[in-house]
């Protein structure tokens, strides 16, 4: 059984920071892609950050702040967010995907359920 769980979310003030973790189980958590996207009320779900085997990607408004990185030995991955905004505020989301194929369904592409992250001013 697939699972990605979240964790690290949180209350914080302006110019914090924070580390969203991320547990996989369940699919060989090394050869998949791995991304973080958040969404804020009443918004669309919004790509931030893109961790593959050897590269990563980031959103233009998350780029210079956040650092998302991976330990494919404790199948985690993590997203390191400094000097967070109040537009930062949303539930962020865990995302696996195997980049053999390029149609998403439910057997390649997996989603956590998510972690609060609040920033206040």
């Known amino acids: 059984q697939v699972q990605l769980v979240e964790s690290g979310g949180g209350l914080v003030q302006t110019g914090g920071s924070l580390r969203l973790s991320c547990a996989a189980s369940g699919f060989t958590f090394s050869t998949y892609d791995m991304r973080w996207y958040r969404q804020a009320p009443e918004k669309e779900r919004e790509w931030v950050a893109t961790?593959?085997?050897?590269?990563?990607n980031y959103a233009d408004s998350v780029k210079g702040r956040f650092t998302i990185s991976r330990d494919n030995a404790k199948n985690t991955v993590y997203l390191r967010m400094n000097n967070l905004k109040p537009e930062d505020t949303a539930v962020y989301y865990c995302n696996a995907r195997d980049p053999r194929f390029t149609l998403a369904t439910t057997s390649n592409n997996f989603w956590g359920q998510g972690t609060q992250v609040t920033v206040s001013s």
């Open positions: 961790i593959t085997g050897g590269s990563t």
